[in-house]
């Protein structure tokens, strides 16, 4: 199982960002599906987390900012990143819970997309 992820950049404060993240492999489904993030110096955080029946959960500093989807069909997870702050620069990585065998098993384990550098820097 790979996590590809996608989107990063440089923006502007202010600016948006939309991060993808595909999963591919050998997957039977996947439960939940989200985004961490770690800026220099800092711990990694959890950003945003979507459950397969699309319930979502935020951190309070990106609440209203960020908007988390996924597509089932393509097992992609997606990050709308909107009115950027500097304090939002860092390396994002997307995350998911896949069962990952030709048949339900009803065993999930955790993978993790390599990381995406989003600078936000006037």
């Known amino acids: 199982v790979q996590l590809q992820a996608s989107g990063g950049g440089l923006v502007q404060p202010g600016g948006s960002l939309r991060l993808s993240c595909a999963a591919s492999g050998s997957i039977f489904s996947i439960n939940a599906m989200g985004w961490d993030r770690q800026a220099p110096g800092k711990q990694r955080e959890l950003v945003a987390a979507?459950?397969?029946?699309?319930?979502?959960n935020y951190a309070d500093s990106v609440k209203g900012r960020f908007t988390i989807s996924r597509d089932n069909a393509k097992n992609t997870v997606y990050l709308q990143m909107n009115s950027l702050k500097p304090e939002d620069t860092a390396v994002y990585y997307c995350n998911a819970e896949v069962e990952p065998t030709t048949y339900s098993s009803g065993s999930y384990y955790p993978y993790w997309g390599q990381g995406t550098l989003v600078t936000v820097s006037s």
């Open positions: 979507i459950t397969s029946g699309g319930s979502t």
